[in-house]
């Protein structure tokens, strides 16, 4: 089946834009995450949702990102005045439950974000 | 704070020659240790959740172990399919309890 996609896979910005990703878990997962995962490091989390409620986003860096996830499916991350610390590649993951130790997480291949 | 150390950090292996990842960890009550696969340019594949000191879990070539401060990843006879990014996350018990935390991995390289 189909799993967790993501776009756009690759973004180019410049210092200063703002930039929107999106994610499309599996469809009736009801958890969604978001990690950032820095070149050579592991994936460090940003924020969680339980169907359309953000229940942690403690992970979030600064108050320039933003995540929504509206109606409980589609999510989309949002970086304001994007700045070259910001390059990273942005994962999402989608399961089951709430509990990932419950209910794997399957990840999407990211979206790389290049803030020149 | 929790934290997830990997070793080692790269590790090359000819075909057939079985070895051992280590994650070591430190958390102020274990939820779950998880074992993932990564592969360039994709994002991380679920292997294992263990939940408690010695229990074991296999897969293929792939088996994990689990103490109260370290899992181990064992591969047997690896083939070079088996070449990826191993990441070893924990989960713990308490506020924030949904994030996993996350090792820099180890990357496995199978020559043929």
């Known amino acids: 089946g189909a799993g967790v996609s993501q776009s756009p896979r690759y973004k180019v910005a410049k210092r200063g834009q703002d930039v929107a990703l999106r994610c499309d878990p599996i469809?009736?997962?009801?958890?969604l995450f978001w990690y950032q995962q820095a070149l050579g490091q592991g994936p460090e989390f940003l924020t969680y949702f339980q169907n359309e409620a953000q229940l942690d986003k403690s992970g979030l860096p600064s108050d320039r990102f933003f995540a929504e996830r509206p109606e409980g499916s589609v999510s989309t991350l949002k970086i304001q005045r994007t700045q070259q610390e910001d390059s990273a590649v942005y994962l999402c993951a989608s399961s089951w439950t709430g509990e990932p130790y419950n209910s794997p997480l399957h990840f999407g291949n990211g979206t790389r974000l290049t803030v020149t | 704070e929790d934290q997830v150390t990997q070793s080692p950090e790269a590790l090359r292996l000819q075909e057939g020659e079985s070895s051992s990842l280590n994650c070591s960890y430190t958390?102020?009550?274990?939820?779950?240790l998880f074992w993932y696969r990564q592969d360039p340019g994709k994002g991380p594949e679920f292997l294992f959740t263990?939940?408690?000191?010695?229990e074991e879990k296999e897969k293929e070539r792939l088996k994990a172990t689990l103490t109260k401060k370290e899992s181990f990843l064992h591969i047997t006879a690896p083939k070079p399919e088996d070449s990826a990014t191993y990441l070893c996350a924990v989960q713990a018990w308490g506020a924030g309890s949904y994030q996993l935390t996350f090792g820099k991995g180890t990357k496995l390289s199978v020559i043929p």
């Open positions: 263990l939940y408690s000191a010695g």
């Open positions: 958390v102020s009550g274990l939820r779950g």
């Open positions: 469809s009736g997962h009801v958890s």
